[in-house]
């Protein structure tokens, strides 16, 4: 029998994986297993839905998902239908993909008040996530948002909310989400940063976006903007490009009318207070001692990162190993890190472990025929690819220009959207 491999995720990391392996080794067999019913992961449900992604990822996620060699096993999930063991049993090769675990928490006093927020749960409650059991923060009275983290996921929310419903129109965003943002009365988006203005992880192609927006500005902190340009003589390449960007901000003449994305830096969250919900965030100053900083927010976001919260995750080691034919992947693997191109390259590299270690003698394993028995054992409901494109087609005919779909948001409707004649093999 051929080489047999479970991927356990089929967001970007678990899709390269898969394309690899496929393109490698096209007489392998290929199980993508998914706990939602539709693909895609992090791409689909946790990036900001007013850009679109890169046309070669969208070109490979396509590829994996058409490849001979590859099955989609949608509405599976780990620890319910099946547990690791279980596939290890059944496979030569296990590739975990999960992601990441749930929101890093600020851990200060007043982080469970209503409208603190983690940064990837607020994004999965804009793209539609059907996991997503929590009810909507109450925006119509939001008039300041404070933004917590100094990296592309900080700067993605922030663009986001700095969005006029007009540019909404355009975004890959339900309506009815889309019209909960535009109540907002907002006025100030404040980006908040532990460390100096250097130290930012923004992309400075990022930061450029913003002198494209249609109602907002950005506002640079002159004191921090002149300490960096002092070290600039001392900087590398990447520093210089990020200092250039904030620069090329600080010089738009300012327009009182325009909404404000005010970047802070040096602050550190000292308590969040309010009282049905967060009414302002106190930071202290360590830069400065014994100065503190009140700002003003209806709505708080953190962007500081997840929890690690598998048990194989410190087992891990650098090229992806967890354990003899097991393996983890993207996130998974190396914690919430990195762009969706790192993602996919690192992806690729423990497809090509896999290859090397699993790949080299015959199989004995049932893989995919032993799968579709576990779960009709199970009772599981599996989505087919067959299925997601059921979906994938309803959800583009259901769009109105220039929005590309309009995305079905409860498992119910997934489901029964899905649903058709095919058997599990």
């Not at 080794?25 to 990036?47: C, H, M, N, S």
């Not at 239908?81 to 006093?109: H, Q, S």
């Not at 015959?362 to 009709?376: C, D, F, I, Q």
């Amino acid at each position: 029998m051929s080489l047999s491999v479970a991927i356990v995720g089929s967001g970007p990391a678990g899709l390269a994986v898969a394309e690899r392996i496929a393109h490698k080794a096209p007489q392998a067999r290929i199980d993508l297993i998914e706990k939602l019913p539709v693909p895609f992961g992090l791409a689909r449900y946790g990036l900001a839905p007013d850009r679109a992604l890169d046309k070669k990822l969208t070109t490979l996620f396509t590829r994996a998902l058409a490849a001979k060699p590859v099955a989609f096993w949608g509405n599976v999930a780990l620890g319910r239908e099946f547990d690791l063991a279980d596939l290890r049993m059944l496979y030569d090769a296990v590739v975990v993909a999960t992601g990441a675990g749930p929101d890093r928490r600020l851990g200060i006093p007043g982080d469970g008040l209503s409208g603190v927020w983690g940064a990837g749960a607020f994004l999965r409650w804009v793209n539609g996530d059907p996991e997503l059991a929590s009810a909507p923060p109450a925006l119509d009275r939001v008039r300041s948002v404070i933004v917590v983290g100094q990296g592309s996921v900080a700067l993605e929310v922030a663009r986001l909310l700095a969005r006029s419903a007009k540019e909404l129109t355009k975004a890959d965003l339900d309506p009815d989400i889309a019209a909960t943002l535009a109540v907002m009365p907002l006025q100030t988006v404040h980006v908040v940063g532990r460390n100096d203005l250097l130290a930012s992880r923004f992309q400075p192609a990022d930061l450029a976006e913003l002198k494209k927006l249609a109602r907002a500005q950005a506002a640079i902190d002159p004191e921090a903007l002149a300490q960096a340009e002092a070290l600039a003589d001392g900087l590398d390449r990447d520093r210089k490009a990020l200092l250039r960007a904030f620069a090329a901000l600080a010089a738009v003449p300012r327009n009182e009318a325009r909404l404000s994305i005010r970047f802070h830096f040096h602050l550190r969250p000292l308590r969040l207070d309010g009282t049905v919900g967060v009414e302002r965030m106190l930071f202290t100053r360590p830069d400065r001692l014994g100065q503190n900083l009140a700002l003003r927010g209806e709505l708080v976001i953190a962007a500081i990162g997840f929890e690690r919260c598998a048990d194989y995750d410190r087992l891990v080691d650098d090229r992806g190993l967890i354990a003899p034919g097991l393996y983890a992947a993207g996130w998974a693997k190396r914690g919430a890190a990195g762009g969706m191109a790192e993602i996919v390259a690192d992806a690729r590299l423990v497809a090509d472990r896999v290859l090397k270690e699993a790949g080299t003698a015959p199989s004995t394993k049932p893989g995919r025929v032993g799968l579709a028995r576990l779960l009709e054992t199970r009772g599981a409901g599996a989505v087919s690819l067959a299925g997601w494109q059921r979906i994938d087609a309803a959800e583009k005919a259901a769009a109105v220009k220039p929005r590309p779909r309009r995305r079905l948001r409860a498992l119910q409707t997934l489901l029964t959207t899905a649903a058709g004649p095919e058997r599990l093999l």
